[in-house]
């Protein structure tokens, strides 16, 4: 059998999915791994002796005690919901409806823009480059340095628009599939409008996986695939199924549900469970719900509390969302609170769903409703420091768009997404109302 794979080679995808199923509570045995050890990280790297050791993974026991109740479908998840509003009374004009989307767009735009020139950068290298620079705390966007920060178009002396980026490209995508198919979109339109709007180079870990497997078996003109499940999608050759990826997603289908947290959920669940599974598709359900919500309700903590009404209760992202409540009431500071959660998850990957959603609620916990303060704070705190600005930036520009840095993007997006290669945030805004009022028609 020859291997298969989209991100990195069959070999790191086979090493990457023992993480995952560890992380999934299945025993690892030894042998395995040092099985695995003897392959040559690179002349066998696409050796046909590894799809042979997915056999051996798919008959692992689970460790003794296991007891997280974790599903995959939108019924099983919603079954294991706490009580919650699912609809918040909108009393909104429509005018003031479209001032919070712009709000919105602004917000995501400018906490991507704060993040993007120090992606994946911890925590420590952040402060330090910002010390170097006399830019700590962070206040503006991020000092060039063509040396260390990423993305010269989204520094201090560059900025002028919100330059291409995956945190944009798929609110877009929302934005776009609901315009194009309405609110009973399937999940299938969405990756038929990932061909034909992405540019694959553009797509990331788990998502790149899903599309590539939904290609497998997937005929070049079929609308509504006859094969390919959203459990191959998610699952075959995708250790990254509870990574960021869907997490980063969930804004465009929130904008069109505004007001309405349970079906921004089962939106966010559409676009999710093709790609990923468990927390990975929470995480998106979660912050739908969330911002959803937050064209309503303005309070932090009523918000969270909403977002966790969506998912299962007995999932370790709703632990986590729990844990970051408690360590935000014992730490007096951002930095405390930080300290905590690079301690607690300093095994997790850098862009895994759960540690970078605890990452937006410190700065939306600690950023007193300050769009530019709030999406500082998710930057410095590192790992995925443009999803995680993005998303706060969303939430709090929706309920207070006052913004320093906003206004330096010059309201200007300028995406890598096929059909858009400049648009207006102003623009986006009508769009959005349009869309909203499409749904809300039903």
């Given at each position: 059998m020859i291997p298969i794979a989209g991100w990195t080679t069959p070999l790191q995808l086979l090493k990457d999915e023992l993480v995952q199923l560890e992380y999934e509570g299945f025993q690892i045995p030894e042998e395995l791994r040092e099985k695995l050890e003897m392959i040559d990280p690179e002349t066998d790297a696409w050796s046909s002796v590894i799809p042979g050791f997915y056999k051996q993974l798919e008959a692992l026991p689970r460790v003794p005690g296991y007891d997280w109740v974790e599903p995959n479908g939108l019924e099983e998840i919603r079954a294991l919901r706490s009580q919650g509003p699912r609809r918040c009374p909108m009393t909104l004009s429509e005018e003031e409806l479209k001032n919070r989307f712009h709000g919105a767009w602004r917000g995501r735009s400018v906490g991507c823009a704060l993040g993007k020139p120090v992606e994946g950068r911890s925590r420590g290298w952040i402060r330090e480059y910002l010390v170097s620079k006399n830019a700590w705390e962070l206040s503006d966007y991020v000092p060039y340095d063509s040396e260390k920060a990423f993305c010269r178009a989204s520094t201090r002396e560059n900025i002028a628009f919100m330059e291409p980026d995956d945190d944009i490209h798929y609110t877009l995508m929302g934005l776009v599939v609901l315009e194009t198919f309405g609110p009973q979109f399937q999940w299938y339109d969405i990756a038929n409008t990932w061909n034909t709007r992405l540019p694959y180079s553009a797509i990331c870990t788990a998502e790149r996986q899903a599309i590539l497997n939904y290609n497998?078996?997937?005929?070049?003109?079929?609308?509504?695939?006859?094969?390919?499940?959203?459990?191959?999608?998610?699952?075959?050759?995708?250790?990254?199924?509870?990574?960021?990826?869907?997490?980063?997603?969930?804004?465009?289908?929130?904008?069109?549900?505004?007001?309405?947290?349970?079906?921004a959920a089962e939106f966010a669940w559409r676009d999710a469970h093709w790609t990923h599974t468990r927390n990975g598709i929470y995480g998106e359900m979660f912050f739908a719900a969330v911002i959803a919500a937050a064209f309503v309700e303005h309070d932090p903590y009523r918000l969270i509390e909403i977002g966790?009404?969506?998912?299962?209760?007995?999932?370790?992202?709703?632990?986590?969302?729990?844990?970051a409540l408690e360590w935000r009431r014992q730490c007096r500071d951002w930095e405390s609170f930080m300290d905590r959660l690079d301690d607690r998850y300093r095994t997790m990957n850098r862009v895994h769903t759960v540690n970078n959603a605890m990452i937006v609620l410190m700065a939306l916990l600690y950023g007193n409703l300050d769009l530019d303060r709030s999406c500082a704070l998710a930057v410095m705190g590192g790992m995925d420091t443009d999803c995680n600005g993005a998303t706060v930036g969303s939430i709090v520009g929706i309920i207070n768009s006052s913004s320093r840095l906003a206004e330096r993007l010059n309201d200007t997006i300028k995406p890598n997404f096929i059909g858009e290669t400049e648009v207006t945030m102003t623009a986006l805004a009508e769009r959005t109302l349009a869309v909203w009022k499409r749904v809300n028609a039903r």
């Open positions: 497998l078996r997937g005929p070049r003109h079929a609308d509504r695939p006859s094969v390919v499940t959203p459990a191959f999608t998610r699952r075959f050759n995708n250790p990254y199924r509870e990574w960021i990826g869907a997490q980063i997603r969930a804004d465009g289908w929130a904008y069109a549900c505004a007001g309405n947290p349970e079906l966790l009404s969506e998912i299962p209760a007995r999932c370790k992202f709703a632990q986590a969302v729990h844990e």
